[in-house]
């Protein structure tokens, strides 16, 4: 029996610029980014979405990961060959990273650049604090994946981490808040609470980067 894609997730390479992704020792599959603000909690959630502690580095400071982090989603069948299904691939954060100018337009640049023009892209897992969705940067890195030339077939998943830091009635209004601006973008987009500490939400994060892949 095929050991489950996501508990077999392995690191396969990091990249720095976006000059060097084609050249990265990658398979030709779909890859589905993570990205978020700075400590919203994407680490934690590929960790949780995997079943693993540490497979993606979760840094106390803000702004810490600086390059493309790509994890191979694998099967094995019974001899253990491997195939590779696809990439997580976890994104610099953006936001309150306290950085100079330089590194700020650098960052922007890689992690604008691989949202805009990644062919392999088939989703992004957009991480948001539930407790406080949709500020300015959000916005601007849903910018850009709406000027993406494919945008009506780019499917987001919005992830609203931390849920477990709200109450019923907050819960529902975050989910709304979010809803609401979702209609105005030309790209699919479905939401849902999570709570990387309590595992929370993990299995319907799982099934929709599976419907991401299958794409």
């Known amino acids: 029996m095929p050991i489950h894609r996501f508990d077999a997730a392995r ?3 990091s990249v720095a610029d976006l000059s060097e ?3 990265a020792p990658l398979a030709m599959v779909p890859e589905v980014a993570f990205v978020g603000r700075s400590n919203a909690g994407k680490s934690s959630t590929i960790n949780a979405l995997t079943g693993r502690r540490r497979l993606a580095f979760s840094a106390k400071t803000p ?3 600086q390059l493309l982090n790509f994890f191979a989603l694998v099967s094995r069948d019974a001899a253990g060959r491997e195939t590779t299904l696809g990439y997580l691939v976890d994104l610099p954060g953006y936001g309150f990273a306290k950085v100079d100018a330089d590194t700020r337009a650098r960052w922007d640049r890689l992690v604008g650049g691989y949202l805009q023009t990644r062919r392999m892209l088939r989703g992004v897992v ?5 407790r406080h969705p949709l500020k300015p940067a959000d ?3 849903l910018g850009w994946l709406a000027a993406r030339a494919d945008a009506h077939t780019l499917r987001v998943h919005v992830l609203l981490n931390k849920a477990d830091q709200l109450r019923g009635d907050e819960r529902r ?3 709304a808040r979010v809803e609401r601006r979702a209609a105005d973008l030309p790209m699919p987009v479905s939401v849902q609470l999570f709570s990387a ?3 929370e ?3 319907e994060l799982r099934a929709a980067i599976d419907e991401m892949l299958a794409r």
């Open 173 to 175: 209004a975050a989910v």
């Open 63 to 65: 702004g810490r990961t």
């Open 139 to 141: 916005e601007e890195l």
């Open 21 to 23: 992704l084609n050249a």
């Open 197 to 199: 500490l309590k595992r």
């Open 126 to 130: 957009l991480v948001m604090d539930a």
């Open 201 to 203: 939400g993990v299995e």
């Open 11 to 13: 690191f396969a390479t």
